[in-house]
């Protein structure tokens, strides 16, 4: 295998960056000069040279918490948000908009990243109007840096910010946590890669070749992220997820394996290991190895909470390898914890880059002046847009390929943080914030067409990657336009299309996509997000609607169970008696469930675990079901 090892855990003193210097306001004339860095080194973060204004810290003394409920209605909000624009209107004068990007651009040199906030409509007063919120969510986002219990409805730290700087966390048992798990992730990693642990004997090959990730949500978005932005063209391990517990989508992943299921290396990643989903993909991997003659243990690797029920089930069984997940750690901002890492370090990718680049953004992500803090400028433009009610989804359109999945990721990172119907003070708000996306430029023969001149219900965040290729391998396809210039070229025009119909954008831009930048996208949203919930007096750090929506599954499947009890009974008689949906209901005790009752036959009958004696499903009241034989064991348990 051609593949190196090193580079994947190699060491990065920019893990422990140095505070940089204060920001201070210009005290110069206007420079409206941009600089745009050849490379990746360099200098803290830096605001672009700006116009000497106002610092937004003058503005009025911090309010009490206040729950935005209290404050405006959602109806109020939004009358408010579209007086104060259809006043103002957005700017479309060259010169003034020239002068608004280069006041408003954020740059962190070091990374290579920019923010530019210049198309979105707000005023320098309504900023300023914001600073009070802004203040009282940087103390928060403070306190909840020191392991305050920042998730009160669970009664939970949130500690994903001291993954990418263990001096953070609040305890020296924790830092240890993270730098051991750090630590024992890059060496199995690095044994797998390099051949010291091997698959078993009966592979035909002495290494491990394939991944198979089995995981749902935080567990599975993340790690897809990571691998479509960074994995290499020929990684030392290919990489297969199983997300979901639809069984022609397992049997596909299973079945692209082929006999490389023995030369598998199976990564079940789960909390608690009772996640429904993940439980099932696991028992389906395992009936295929059983089925080919493998000892799944030998190749199977837990991530979970300590002495949860897959922590016990692998280390009775004798898995090769098992990683903890934290309870101060949630799903969506796991993919710096073992989640996230030991799927990246086995395709070859740098975790260390990824850790130094989220680790730098959160630097930079502590100021409290919100024009020279790239998560806080997101959090005021989302306000702005949506004004402060979620009133407009939000559009991510990133201009690179290898970023396609970040829109995905994006999805739950920011509307399961968001979307919680009760605010902090108990107040029923209905917060949240759609975003859904594609690519660019893909979306421009998608929806861009409505974008432009349909339904105004949003606003787009461009993401834009300044390199286009490796050095040297970029050729003109005509003369002085590459392919790259093409995609430049649409992304810059969708911008001014959609502007000059009124349509307001974000764009995001990093030089490359390495490991570091990706690392820094990262952190730039998980602190807009808890920035931008504080500002609308949400937890961010729960998930109540996903819990319920697991608990009904539940009910759903014992119905089932009754149902398939009365059907066997009625099945075990001489003669089989057919029963109507009133009949099924009735004798399940849930005469309100017929409804429900019909779907599960109607599942039932499509997978031959039925058969519809009279009628059809579309006519639900010509229903006569019974079961194809009568289970002799079910009747008497």
Not at 197 to 217: A, C, E, H
Not at 400 to 429: A, I, P
Not at 609 to 629: D, H, M, Q, T
Request: aromatic share 6%.
């Amino acid at each position: 295998m051609a593949s190196s090892v090193s580079g994947i855990c190699s060491s990065s003193p920019s893990l422990k960056p140095k505070a940089p210097a204060a920001a201070k306001p210009s005290a110069s004339g206007r420079r409206d000069t941009v600089s745009f860095p050849s490379g990746g080194g360099g200098g803290g973060a830096k605001p672009v040279d700006r116009a000497p204004s106002l610092s937004l810290a003058a503005a009025a003394a911090p309010l009490p918490p206040r729950s935005v409920a209290r404050e405006i209605s959602a109806d109020l909000g939004k009358a408010d948000g579209a007086a104060r624009k259809e006043k103002r209107g957005l700017e479309k004068d060259s010169r003034s908009l020239w002068r608004r990007y280069v006041d408003w651009l954020y740059q962190h040199k070091e990374l290579g990243l920019f923010v530019d906030v210049s198309r979105i409509g707000f005023a320098d007063e309504f900023a300023a109007e914001m600073e009070p919120r802004f203040q009282a969510a940087f103390k928060a986002m403070e306190e909840l840096e020191k392991g305050a219990i920042a998730n009160p409805d669970e009664g939970r730290m949130v500690g994903h910010y001291w993954l990418r700087k263990s001096e953070l966390a609040p305890t020296r048992f924790l830092k240890a946590q993270i730098e051991n798990t750090l630590d024992a992730v890059c060496n199995f990693a690095a044994d797998v890669v390099g051949g010291k642990i091997k698959p078993p004997p009966t592979s035909p090959v002495d290494r491990f070749t394939q991944v198979l990730s089995v995981g749902i949500g935080g567990s599975a978005l993340g790690p897809q992220f990571v691998a479509e932005a960074l994995a290499p063209d020929n990684p030392p391990l290919k990489i297969r997820f199983i997300d979901n517990t639809d069984p022609a989508g397992i049997d596909h992943q299973i079945a692209q394996l082929g006999l490389e299921l023995a030369s598998t290396l199976v990564i079940v990643i789960s909390k608690s290991g009772g996640t429904p989903e993940t439980r099932n993909g696991l028992l389906e991997v395992q009936k295929a190895f059983r089925e080919a003659g493998l000892d799944f243990a030998k190749q199977g690797v837990a991530i979970t909470q300590e002495n949860s029920l897959l922590d016990n089930t692998a280390r009775i069984e004798g898995w090769l390898a098992r990683f903890p997940m934290f309870d101060w750690v949630g799903g969506r901002t796991s993919e710096m914890s073992a989640v996230g890492l030991l799927p990246a370090a086995l395709q070859g990718i740098d975790i260390r880059e990824m850790l130094a680049g989220a680790s730098l953004m959160d630097e930079a992500t502590r100021t409290k002046v919100v024009k020279n803090n790239p998560a806080a400028l997101l959090a005021l433009c989302w306000y702005w847009a949506s004004d402060g009610v979620g009133s407009k989804d939000m559009v991510v359109l990133p201009y690179k390929d290898s970023l396609l999945l970040f829109s995905r990721y994006l999805q739950q990172l920011v509307m399961e943080s968001l979307g919680k119907e009760f605010d902090l003070d108990g107040n029923r708000v209905h917060q949240g914030l759609t975003v859904y996306g594609n690519k660019g430029s893909t979306d421009q023969h998608a929806y861009i067409q409505q974008l432009r001149e349909g339904v105004h219900n949003f606003f787009v965040t461009f993401i834009e990657v300044l390199r286009d290729r490796p050095p040297g391998h970029d050729w003109e396809l005509e003369p002085g336009v590459t392919c790259g210039d093409y995609l430049f070229g649409m992304l810059q025009g969708t911008r001014s299309a959609l502007y000059a119909n009124d349509r307001e954008s974000i764009t995001v831009t990093v030089q490359e996509v390495t490991p570091r930048s990706v690392g820094a996208l990262i952190a730039l949203y998980e602190r807009a997000v808890g920035i931008y919930a504080s500002l609308v007096n949400i937890n961010a750090y729960h998930q109540p609607g996903v819990e319920a929506g697991k608990k009904a599954a539940a009910e759903v499947l014992a119905l089932q169970k009754r149902v398939l009890a009365v059907l066997n009974e009625a099945s075990c008689k001489e003669p089989v008696e057919p029963l109507t949906l009133e009949e099924v209901a009735e004798r399940c005790h849930a005469p309100e469930e017929i409804e429900m009752i019909h779907k599960i036959i109607a599942h039932m009958a499509a997978n031959d675990r039925a058969l519809i004696a009279e009628g059809s499903c579309g006519s639900p009241r010509s229903i006569k079901v019974f079961l194809g034989e009568c289970n002799v064991d079910e009747l008497y348990a």
